[in-house]
Nanobody, 120 residues
Framework: QVQLVESGGGLVQPGGSLRLSCAAS????????MGWYRQAPGKERELVAR???????DYADSVKGRFTISRDNAKRTVSLQMNSLKPEDTAVYYC??????????????WGKGTLVTVSS
């Protein structure tokens, strides 16, 4: 059973930085593309950063140049460095495989996420 545990969120002022971490188990991390997703209040969950098994990265336009995704297959972790944060970055952040992991019944599996609030 896959387990995804996100951490590192919190309250930060505009222009500040945070580093999110995700510990993954039950999934072959090294063989999968991984992503960081976020869901803001009243909005659908969106993919903000992706890293392939080979280390190629891709970002949503809204975070390009400010966020950096990285992975450590040996430690089974995926990280998201977020700089120059804006109020519109406020959301619950999740990590998952990309596309999102589905269990035996075809249902997507998600962790609890970590809340990032950008406010003065």
């Amino acid at each position: 059973q896959v387990q995804l545990v996100e951490s590192g969120g919190g309250l930060v002022q505009p222009g500040g930085s945070l580093r999110l971490s995700c510990a993954a188990s039950g999934v072959a991390l090294s063989g999968n593309a991984m992503g960081w997703y976020r869901q803001a209040p009243g909005k659908e969950r969106e993919l903000v950063a992706r890293i392939t098994s080979g280390g190629t990265t891709d970002y949503a336009d809204s975070v390009k140049g400010r966020f950096t995704i990285s992975r450590d297959n040996a430690k089974r972790t995926v990280s998201l460095q977020m700089n120059s944060l804006k109020p519109e970055d406020t959301a619950v952040y999740y990590c998952n495989t990309n596309p999102p992991y589905r269990n035996f019944f075809g249902i997507q599996s998600w962790g609890k996420g970590t809340l990032v609030t950008v406010s003065s």
